[in-house]
């Protein structure tokens, strides 16, 4: 199992693998170069919208982007569809007899906020995201999110 900076390190070498620069990377994600150098360098979070429209666009795997495996696996693009990934939350949440308190002070927020993700309310952060895999064995972020093998 990897760290958080594993989203930073694998996000950086698939870019130079595809042999693109920071600056390739703006238009796809319509920001300045500088934000993708934040990404980077880890000053900044890689929001989860922007990291399913890398790893759909250049054929990536969200767990090996976010350091869960350490090979890309064949996944069809995801459409983020907030009713799955919450049905999908709660599921492996009561499949490990855990409350959403017990995920909320694991993921240091309030279980009414946690309760948003679970309700179709708000995307799930990408920090968040990742820290639910130090929870759950065997975690897989493309699965958790929707996605299909191809």
Known sequence: MGDIHMIVKNFRESRELLDLKQKDLTTLFKVHF??????ETGQDTIPLRHLIKYANHYGYSLDYLFGLKEYNEDYLPLKIDLD??????????????LTQQDIANVLNTSSSAYAHYENSRYLIPTTFL??????????SIDEVLGRKRG
Do not use: A, E
Not at 84 to 94: D, E, F, H
Not at 130 to 139: A, D, Q
């Open 34 to 39: 500088s934000t993708i150098s934040g990404w």
């Open 130 to 139: 990742f820290n639910l895999s130090l929870i759950y064995p065997k975690f």
């Open 84 to 97: 799955i990934i919450s049905n999908n939350l709660r599921t492996i949440r009561k499949k490990h007899k």
